[in-house]
């Protein structure tokens, strides 16, 4: 049966990569090596875990999904996958990539998550934006390993709840362990903490809710469901800004790691949103 290596859950800040490559030195913002020393050091939890393929799990940002037709859950199955659009090029400076797919793994995910009740819509013809594009230049850069990406509806409402995102994480580790395979499988999922778009709080220095923030490192790094359950309404991620739902896919990569403290954990306090690290070994420590 296949293994889960690691379970890493991220924010994904689209400015990285511009801040910390393509910006010359002398203009780089004060943050940018930190940033950017965090950023590896966080790739070595991955490198660790020794994946054989990533299961990748993100939001479509209106790209190629609208509110006329936004699956609550879907998956990839296809060969290759183009990543990275061209407003997310001119805009972040993001690089593009094409990334082999894994479509047997992606069909038994598929089989596996309708047979447990989560009613997945499917795609041939997925092209993947910074959701999952920013998680490899953070953590696989080389865009080397096959993947199966998952989309979560975070942006238009009705949204699922909470315990609904940490059952499909269960969900997802049972089956990825059930696949009738050696190979080990890296599930890695990105979101946000709190964050405005669009609106009055956007482009401040910090994030617009850092209480929100601190909360929120802190259940994830010691595995805190409970206290998730109990604190997050779709009241409380409103009020930390119009789109921390991001917080949701993290609340999801929970469900795959299981109860228990990180054994890695980060986060860094930036402008705009606050980034944050997170990287659960199932089978144990392996570094």
């Given at each position: 049966?296949?293994?889960?290596?690691?379970?890493?859950?991220?924010?994904?800040?689209?400015?990285?990569?511009?801040?910390?490559?393509l910006?010359?030195?002398?203009?780089?913002?004060?943050?940018?090596?930190?940033?950017?020393?965090?950023?590896?050091?966080?790739r070595?939890?991955?490198?660790?875990?020794?994946?054989?393929?990533?299961?990748?799990?993100?939001?479509?940002h209106?790209?190629?999904?609208?509110?006329?037709?936004?699956?609550?859950?879907?998956?990839?199955?296809?060969?290759?996958?183009?990543?990275?659009?061209?407003?997310?090029?001119?805009?972040?400076?993001?690089?593009?990539?094409?990334?082999?797919?894994?479509?047997?793994?992606?069909?038994?995910?598929?089989?596996?998550?309708?047979?447990?009740?989560?009613?997945?819509?499917?795609?041939?013809?997925?092209?993947?934006?910074?959701?999952?594009?920013?998680?490899?230049?953070?953590?696989?850069?080389?865009?080397?390993?096959?993947?199966?990406?998952?989309y979560?509806?975070?942006?238009?409402?009705?949204?699922?709840?909470?315990?609904?995102?940490?059952?499909?994480?269960?969900?997802?580790?049972?089956?990825?362990?059930?696949?009738?395979?050696d190979?080990?499988?890296?599930?890695?999922?990105?979101?946000?903490?709190?964050?405005?778009?669009?609106?009055?709080?956007?482009?401040?220095?910090?994030?617009?809710?850092?209480?929100?923030?601190?909360?929120?490192?802190?259940?994830?790094?010691?595995?805190d469901?409970?206290?998730?359950l109990?604190?997050?309404?779709?009241?409380?991620?409103?009020?930390?800004?119009?789109?921390?739902?991001?917080?949701?896919?993290?609340?999801?990569?929970?469900?795959?790691?299981?109860?228990?403290?990180?054994?890695?954990?980060?986060?860094?306090?930036?402008?705009?949103?606050?980034?944050?690290?997170?990287?659960?070994?199932?089978?144990?420590?392996?570094?």
């Amino acid at each position: 049966m296949a293994v889960v290596s690691a379970v890493l859950a991220t924010t994904h800040h689209p400015f990285f990569y511009r801040e910390t490559e393509l910006t010359p030195p002398e203009r780089r913002r004060p943050e940018a090596a930190e940033w950017k020393r965090k950023v590896e050091a966080y790739r070595e939890t991955l490198t660790a875990a020794r994946p054989d393929v990533l299961v990748m799990v993100g939001a479509d940002h209106f790209h190629q999904l609208f509110y006329d037709n936004y699956p609550t859950f879907l998956i990839g199955k296809q060969p290759t996958y183009d990543a990275t659009w061209h407003n997310e090029e001119r805009y972040f400076g993001l690089p593009t990539f094409v990334l082999d797919g894994h479509e047997d793994l992606s069909g038994y995910m598929l089989q596996g998550l309708i047979d447990r009740g989560f009613d997945f819509a499917v795609s041939h013809e997925l092209k993947l934006d910074h959701s999952i594009t920013c998680a490899i230049v953070a953590v696989r850069p080389e865009g080397d390993l096959p993947i199966v990406p998952i989309y979560t509806n975070i942006f238009a409402p009705p949204l699922a709840s909470p315990a609904r995102f940490y059952a499909l994480g269960e969900a997802i580790r049972e089956i990825v362990e059930a696949y009738p395979s050696d190979q080990r499988v890296a599930v890695i999922g990105t979101g946000h903490l709190s964050l405005e778009i669009g609106g009055p709080r956007q482009f401040q220095d910090t994030a617009p809710d850092l209480e929100f923030d601190r909360r929120a490192v802190e259940w994830l790094a010691d595995g805190d469901i409970d206290a998730i359950l109990e604190h997050v309404t779709p009241q409380v991620l409103e009020a930390a800004g119009n789109a921390t739902d991001g917080f949701l896919d993290l609340v999801l990569m929970l469900g795959v790691a299981g109860r228990g403290k990180a054994h890695y954990a980060d986060h860094l306090e930036l402008f705009q949103t606050t980034e944050a690290f997170f990287t659960w070994y199932p089978g144990g420590d392996p570094r």
